[in-house]
């Protein structure tokens, strides 16, 4: 299994500031016939199911807003909150799709400072 | 605009059999571009998945909980379903059902679509 690790477990941003968050994953999840890392971000709300931020490590997911963006290729990934909004306020995870078992880190939970 | 709604007991004994059914609306689950999974998620702690059922039946497990779990779909219904036997405490979690796309070109892809979730609690 591909196991997903994600850090910090916790952060806290004033509005308006950077959020930083990383995620490692235990082998490449580069498939080089393609080029592509797969790799996808998800944003989770309370009470409401992960919605879809980022794939292909890079890719905005539709209606994301571009203050969102993924970085990072192979085993290293790091998704960016430009300018933290009251609305970003979530649990964050990442999850591989190169092999079965599909895979999440456990999760990022971003909080108002 | 294609939605996901689990359905089932919100309350199984331990060492029974969890039931649950998503029935997809809005499209037809006999897309050939799609798969349909599972995903669980204890109360306060991260995602797992669980499997993944194609139209045709074909159908991929998590090793962790393989030898406990059932994927199946009724295509006349609309719908697929998780059955997961001997129960116990630990698996107590909200699940969802799931959207995945198939490519052509085979491999895995991410989660598109997701149902609200359904808590399901394991206690006597």
């Known amino acids: 299994d591909i196991v997903m690790t994600q850090s910090p477990d916790s952060l806290a941003v004033s509005l308006g500031e950077r959020a930083t968050i990383n995620c490692k994953s235990s082998q490449s999840v580069l498939y080089s016939s393609n080029n592509k890392n797969y790799l996808a971000w998800y944003q989770q709300k309370p009470g409401q199911p992960p919605n879809l931020l980022i794939y292909w490590a890079s890719t905005r997911g539709s209606g994301v807003p571009d203050r969102f963006s993924g970085s990072g290729s192979g085993t290293d990934f790091t998704l960016t909150i430009s300018s933290l909004q009251a609305e970003d306020v979530a649990v964050y995870y990442c999850?591989?799709?190169?092999?079965?078992?599909?895979?999440f880190g456990g999760g990022t939970k971003v909080e108002v400072k | 605009q294609l939605q996901l709604q689990e359905s089932g007991p919100g309350l199984v004994k331990p060492s029974e059999t969890l039931s649950l059914t998503c029935t997809v609306s809005g499209g037809s689950i006999s897309s050939s571009s799609y798969y349909w999974d599972w995903i669980r998620q204890p109360p306060g702690k991260g995602l797992e998945w669980i499997g993944s059922i194609y139209y045709s039946g074909s159908t991929y497990y998590n090793p962790s909980l393989k030898s406990r779990v059932t994927i199946s779909v009724d295509t006349s219904k609309n719908q697929f379903s998780l059955k997961l036997s001997s129960v116990t405490a630990a698996d107590t979690a909200v699940y969802y059902c799931?959207?995945?796309?198939?490519?052509?070109?085979?491999?895995?892809?991410?989660?598109?679509?997701w149902g609200r979730g359904t808590l399901v609690t394991v206690s006597s």
């Open positions: 799931a959207r995945r796309y198939l490519p052509s070109s085979g491999g895995h892809r991410y989660f598109d679509l």
């Open positions: 999850q591989q799709y190169y092999s079965i078992p599909l895979t």
